[in-house]
Nanobody
């Protein structure tokens, strides 16, 4: 079973940038789609971005379009989320997930432990 470990969260000012990353260990995830989903304060997980393995097609929630860029390095079993022009409402615990298949519309069978991102002046 794949294990996911996120890192790269932290404190950023409004308008700043952060680049959380997620490394997969164990069973390979390189042929599966991967997604990022923040847990906003007082709310459940909300999918924000995903990326397929074949062709690396990317997908974004409207709130992230133009600000977030998801990418992956299959050789390193790592997925990244470049987050620019951060807003206070981006503050959340960000989880990465490994899908069952190479589609971001399918279920996630493993989540990491999350990395905390705080946007505040």
């Amino acid at each position: 079973q794949v294990q996911l470990v996120e890192s790269g969260g932290g404190l950023a000012q409004p308008g700043g940038s952060l680049r959380p990353s997620c490394v997969a260990f164990g069973s390979t995830s390189s042929d599966k789609a991967m997604s990022w989903a923040p847990r906003l304060p007082g709310k459940g997980l909300e999918w924000v971005s995903g990326i397929k393995s074949v062709g690396s097609a990317t997908y974004y929630l409207d709130s992230g379009k133009g600000r977030f860029t998801i990418s992956r390095d299959n050789a390193k079993n790592t997925v990244y989320l470049q987050m620019n022009n951060l807003k206070p409402e981006d503050t959340a615990l960000y989880y990465c997930g490994n899908h069952n298949y190479d589609t971001v519309y399918g279920p996630v069978d493993a989540w990491g432990q999350g990395t905390l991102l705080t946007v505040s002046s």
